[in-house]
C-alpha cells in the first residue's frame, strides 16, 4: 500500500467551519494528549473535502496537516487512516454506497440491495466508482444494525429494511440531489414491528407503555 | 526480588519482570520474533507462548509481568502444540525463498521453524505478496517475507527517533512502509537489517554478496566515530564484506552507525597500494627502499625544528606512539594530532574525555549540549541521549542547546542561543535554565568540536569549567563536564601527547612553509592546500585523498580492518582491534613502515614486536604535565561567532566514506535541499 497516486492534491489546509469544528474536539484533550483526537480530526478532514470538492476523502496531505496540529509523526496518522475503513484514502463519488454483506443483512437479502446498487449505478466490482462519478460501492462489514437488515449505509446515513426495487429508487433519488429521510424504508418506526405496535395493546399511547 | 517456577527450578526475578526475563534467568531458551529487549513490548508474535499454572490459556510470556509463586512450564505439550500452530500460522503467508534470502543462515525464523515448523504445509490457499519498499539506500526490502514483527517500527520511532517506518492498513492487508515514500533519515536505520529476524530488511549494498556461514569474524573497533563502537568485522577471500556490531552495554549497547556498517566499500576504492616518489612535479611508483631513501636525502641537514608532523583521525595508539618517537628522536617539537584546530585542556584526563562515561548518560538528570550535535558526531551516543530522555519522561531531563542541531536531535531542547555569548547569558544569576542545571543531581554538559575549534575556545573552556562547578556538574562522585570528539584517534594521541612540545608548531604553524618536511600520518582533514610549496610532504595513509594528492613521497599504510591496534573513545575507553584481512598490494601496518624508516634514517626506533610496542604505549592515562600552548596567538574575549558544527555530510567525514560509494549516495539522498539550491 502506498500513498503514490496520481490524484493526491499537494496542499491541504483546514477552511473555517471545520476549524470550528477541530476547536471543539481539541478541547476536550488535555493539551499533552491532543494526539487522541486524529479520528475525529480525520472525519473533519474527510468532511471537508466532501463538502468542497464532492468527494469525501483524506488526502495524505490533510493527514500531514493532522500530524502537524497534533504534533506526532505523520507516520501515527497514516496508520490510523489506513486502519479504519471509514476513512477513504483515495477519491470516491459523490455518493458512499456502503452495502453490509455480514450474516444478518445476507439472510434478509443483501445480495438484492448490492444487485440493485450495482444495476442502478453501473458498478461491475466493490471499491469502484461509477462513470459518472456519482456512487462509489464498498462492500462492509456488520453495520450493527441487525434489526433492520438489509442496510445500505449512504455516507453517514443508514437506509433500513430494503430490497432490490427501494435501493433502485433510493440511488434514482440520490441521483437527482434528493435526500430522502434514513430510516426504516418500510412501514416502520425504528425498529420496532413493522405496521404497529403488536403487544401491549390495551395500554395507551399515554399510558405506562 | 519476585520468586517463580521455571520448570520447577525456582529462580528469584526482579518485581514487574516479564515471564519471559524469568525464564531467560532460569536458563531457558523462548523462541521469539517481535520481543526485543531493547524495545518495547509488542506482544504481536505468539510465539513466545509457555503455560502458567491456573491460566486458562497459554500466555505470551513477554508481555505477562511475573507474580509471586507463579508457576511458568516452558515444554509441556501444550505448549508445544500452540507454539507449532504459532509457526504454521506464521509460515502461511511467509515465502520459501530461503535458497535466495539473504537472511539465509541466520534467520530466526529458519532457526525456530527447525523446532517448531511442521514438514509440510496443510494451505493449498493463495499466499499474500506485498510489494517491496523503497527506504534508501542502505536498507533493502523484501516485503513479502514480513511475519509483521513491527521491530522496526519500534526501532526506528524509540531508539533511532524517526518514526518513518508504519504498519498501515489491516488484516491481511497490513503492511510495514513509510507509506509515503522516502528514504529513512536515521543515521541508524542500518541496525534495522540486525533486529528484523527474517529476510524482510537485508542490506541493500549487501545483497547477494556471501552466506554468513563464509565468513571469517574478528573483533574489532569502529573509528568512523570517536564512541569506538564495538564491532565484528566479518570479512571472506580477504575482503571486509561486512560489519556488524558487538554487544557493549558500556559503549554502544548493540547498534551501530550508517557509516561505521556501510562504509566497507570504501575500503576497496582508492587505495594506495605501492609506495609513490613524485619525480619532477610526478608521481612514480617506486619500491619501498627508494621511497625510504628519497625520505632520507630530503631530510638530511633539515633541523629537527624544521620538522613537523600530524596525525589524522583515525589512527590507532601504536602507529602514532611510533611516529611520537621518530619525531621526538630527530628532535622535533612539532607535533599535533588536532587537525581541525581543537583546543583542550590537557591538564587533567577528566577534561578532554566524555568523562562521566558513555553510560553516564544514562544517570545524567539535566544536559546542556555546547556546539555538538551528538546526532552527527556519534549517532549511537545520540540514541543513549535519547534513551535517557524517553525513560525519564516528559519534562524529566532537561536539555539545553548552544548552537546549531542542524537536524532534529530526536530529543526535544530549549535552544540557549547559538555562539559563546550565550553562555555568558546563561551564566547570569536568575537564567531559568541554569537553575534547571543546578537543581539536577547529576548534571552533565557536553562539549562538542564546535566549541573547542574556534579562536575563543581556551575562553569557552574555562567559562564550561566555571559552569559545571557553579551547578555542581563535577563533584568527588559525579563528573558531569564532557568532552564529545569526533576523531576516533584523538583521546589516544592526547594521552600519547602528540601535541606541539616546548617551542613546537600546531597544525596551523606548521602549514605556510611553517616546516621544511611534513608527515602525515592518515591526515586528510586540515587544509592541505595551505601547506607552503617547498614543504616537502610524507604521506602515510592508506587512502588517496587530500593528503596524498598533495604528497611528495606516499606509504601505503593500512585502514582500520587491515591492521591491529589500539584505540581511545571519547570516554577514554582503552580498546584493541584485532586485523580482519591483509593490507593491499604493497601496503603494510603502519608502525611497521615507521620502524622499517626509522632504521634507514638512523634513529632505529627500539622494538622490533608490537609487543614491545605496546610496553611503551602509556594510553589511558596522562602522564604529561600541562602547559597552555602558546605557539599561536588566541583570541582572549568571546567571539560573535556562532558554534557551528563540521558542514561536511554525516556520511563524508573521513577518506574511508568518502571513496565508498555507498556513503556518497547517501551523501546525495540525504543533501540539505537548501544546501542544494544554494549550490
Not at chain 2, 520447577?8 to 525464564?23: E, F, N, R
Not at chain 2, 558513555?358 to 546526532?375: C, K, Q, S, T
Not at chain 2, 539545553?400 to 542561543?417: C, F, K, R
Amino acid at each position: 500500500m502506498s500513498a503514490q497516486t496520481p490524484e493526491q492534491p499537494a496542499h491541504f489546509a483546514f477552511d473555517e467551519a471545520s476549524e470550528a469544528e477541530i476547536a471543539t474536539i481539541l478541547a476536550k484533550y488535555p493539551p499533552e494528549r491532543k494526539a487522541s483526537g486524529v479520528i475525529p480530526l480525520l472525519y473533519v478532514a474527510q468532511r471537508q473535502m466532501g463538502r468542497l470538492t464532492g468527494s469525501a476523502w483524506v488526502p495524505v496531505a490533510a493527514m500531514d496537516v493532522i500530524a502537524a496540529r497534533l504534533e506526532v509523526a505523520p507516520i501515527r496518522v497514516y496508520e490510523v487512516a489506513t486502519f479504519y475503513l471509514m476513512f477513504n484514502t483515495k477519491p470516491i463519488g459523490r455518493y458512499h454506497l456502503q452495502a453490509c454483506t455480514t450474516t444478518s443483512c445476507w439472510l434478509r437479502g443483501s445480495d438484492d440491495v448490492v444487485a440493485a446498487c450495482k444495476k442502478a449505478t453501473g458498478i461491475q466490482h466493490f471499491g469502484e466508482t461509477s462513470e459518472d462519478g456519482m456512487f462509489t460501492l464498498t462492500e462492509v462489514e456488520c453495520l450493527g444494525a441487525c434489526a433492520n437488515a438489509p442496510i445500505l449505509q449512504v455516507d453517514d446515513d443508514y437506509y433500513e429494511d430494503l430490497d432490490g426495487p427501494r435501493t433502485e429508487q433510493l440511488i434514482e433519488a440520490l441521483r437527482k440531489g434528493e435526500r430522502p429521510a434514513y430510516g426504516p424504508t418500510i412501514d416502520r418506526f425504528n425498529s420496532a414491528p413493522e405496521g404497529g405496535r403488536k403487544v401491549l395493546l390495551d395500554v395507551g399511547d399515554s399510558g405506562q407503555g | 526480588m519476585v520468586r517463580v517456577i521455571v520448570d520447577g527450578t525456582p529462580v528469584d526475578v526482579p518485581a514487574g519482570s516479564s515471564a519471559l526475563q524469568a525464564c531467560e534467568a532460569a536458563g531457558k531458551e523462548i523462541p521469539r520474533f517481535c520481543y526485543h529487549e531493547r524495545l518495547s513490548v509488542a506482544g504481536n508474535c505468539r510465539m513466545c507462548l509457555v503455560e502458567v499454572v491456573r491460566a486458562p490459556k497459554p500466555v505470551a510470556s513477554c508481555g505477562f509481568p511475573v507474580a509471586e509463586g507463579m508457576e511458568i512450564k516452558t515444554d509441556t505439550e501444550v505448549v508445544r502444540k500452540a507454539r507449532r500452530s504459532v509457526m504454521e500460522f506464521l509460515l502461511i503467508n511467509h515465502p520459501l525463498d530461503c535458497p535466495i534470502c539473504d537472511q539465509g543462515g541466520e534467520c530466526d525464523l529458519q532457526d525456530q521453524a527447525y523446532g517448531y515448523g511442521s514438514g509440510v504445509s496443510r494451505y493449498d490457499e493463495p499466499k499474500r505478496a506485498v510489494t517491496d519498499k523503497n527506504l534508501g539506500p542502505l536498507v533493502k526490502t523484501v516485503m513479502t517475507r514480513c511475519i509483521q514483527c513491527t521491530r522496526c517500527v519500534r526501532f526506528c520511532a524509540e531508539v533511532a527517533g524517526t518514526p518513518e517506518l508504519g504498519a498501515v492498513s489491516r488484516g491481511e492487508n497490513m503492511e510495514i512502509t513509510t507509506y509515503v515514500e522516502k528514504a529513512l533519515t536515521s543515521e541508524l536505520s542500518g541496525n534495522l537489517i540486525d533486529i528484523c529476524p527474517v529476510g524482510a530488511l537485508t542490506s541493500k549494498p549487501g545483497a547477494f554478496q556471501q552466506r554468513p556461514w563464509e565468513l571469517k569474524k574478528t573483533d574489532a573497533i569502529d573509528v568512523m566515530d570517536a564512541l569506538g563502537t564495538n564491532i565484528q568485522i566479518q570479512a571472506r577471500g580477504g575482503e571486509v564484506k561486512r560489519i556488524v556490531p558487538r554487544v557493549n552495554d558500556e559503549v554502544n549497547e548493540e547498534w551501530l552507525s550508517d557509516k561505521g556498517r556501510f562504509a566497507i566499500d570504501g575500503l576497496l576504492r582508492r587505495r594506495l597500494d605501492r609506495p609513490w616518489l613524485k619525480v619532477h612535479g610526478k608521481l612514480q611508483a617506486v619500491s619501498w627502499q627508494d621511497a625510504f631513501v628519497a625520505i632520507a636525502r630530503r631530510l638530511e641537514g633539515v633541523p629537527g625544528s624544521r620538522i613537523g608532523a600530524i596525525v589524522g583521525d583515525l589512527c590507532d595508539a601504536e602507529s602514532m606512539m611510533a611516529l611520537r618517537d621518530l619525531m621526538i628522536s630527530m628532535g622535533s617539537p612539532n607535533l599535533d594530532c588536532r587537525q581541525d584546530g581543537a583546543h583542550y585542556d590537557v591538564s587533567d584526563r577528566a577534561n578532554y574525555t566524555f568523562s562521566s562515561g558513555i553510560a553516564g548518560i544514562d544517570e545524567a538528570d539535566a544536559l546542556l549540549v555546547i556546539g555538538a550535535n551528538p546526532r552527527h558526531d556519534a549517532p549511537v551516543l545520540n540514541a543513549r541521549i535519547r534513551k535517557r530522555y524517553l525513560e525519564a519522561g516528559r519534562g524529566g531531563l532537561p536539555i539545553g542547546v548552544i548552537g546549531d542541531m542542524g537536524s532534529d536531535p530526536t530529543w526535544a531542547y530549549e535552544s540557549l542561543g547559538a555562539g559563546a555569548s550565550a553562555l555568558a547569558d546563561l551564566m547570569a544569576d536568575g537564567n531559568p535554565f541554569l537553575e534547571k542545571l543546578k537543581a539536577a543531581k547529576r548534571p552533565m554538559i557536553i562539549v562538542g568540536q564546535g566549541a573547542l575549534t574556534r579562536d575563543d575556545s581556551p575562553v569557552v573552556l574555562e567559562a564550561c569549567a566555571l559552569l559545571a562547578e557553579t551547578v555542581g556538574a563535577v563533584t568527588d562522585e559525579w563528573s558531569g563536564l564532557n568532552v564529545l570528539h569526533t576523531a576516533a584517534s584523538r583521546v589516544a594521541a592526547l594521552d600519547l601527547d602528540f601535541l606541539p612540545a616546548e617551542g613546537g608548531r600546531s597544525v596551523r604553524g606548521m602549514l605556510s612553509g611553517g616546516v621544511d618536511v611534513l608527515w602525515l600520518l592518515g591526515a586528510d582533514e586540515f587544509p592541505v592546500h595551505g601547506i607552503g610549496p617547498d614543504t616537502f610532504v610524507i604521506y602515510q595513509g592508506h587512502h588517496g585523498d587530500a593528503g596524498a594528492a598533495r604528497a611528495d613521497v606516499i606509504l601505503p599504510g593500512a585502514a582500520y580492518t587491515e591492521k591491529q591496534g589500539t584505540w581511545v573513545n571519547t570516554e577514554g575507553r582503552v580498546q584493541r582491534g584485532f586485523q580482519a584481512v591483509f593490507p593491499p598490494g604493497e601496503a603494510r601496518e603502519d608502525w611497521r613502515i615507521l620502524r622499517a624508516v626509522s632504521d634507514v634514517l638512523g634513529h632505529t626506533l627500539p622494538y622490533d614486536t608490537i609487543e614491545a610496542l605496546r610496553e611503551r604505549l602509556q594510553v589511558g592515562a596522562r602522564h604529561v604535565t600541562a602547559r597552555r600552548s602558546a605557539a599561536e596567538a588566541l583570541s582572549d574575549s568571546v567571539l560573535s561567532k556562532p558554534f557551528a558544527s563540521s558542514g561536511a555530510s554525516y556520511y563524508l567525514t573521513n577518506p574511508i566514506c568518502r571513496a565508498s560509494a555507498t556513503m556518497q549516495e547517501c551523501a546525495s539522498v540525504h543533501a540539505p535541499h537548501a544546501a542544494v539550491a544554494a549550490e
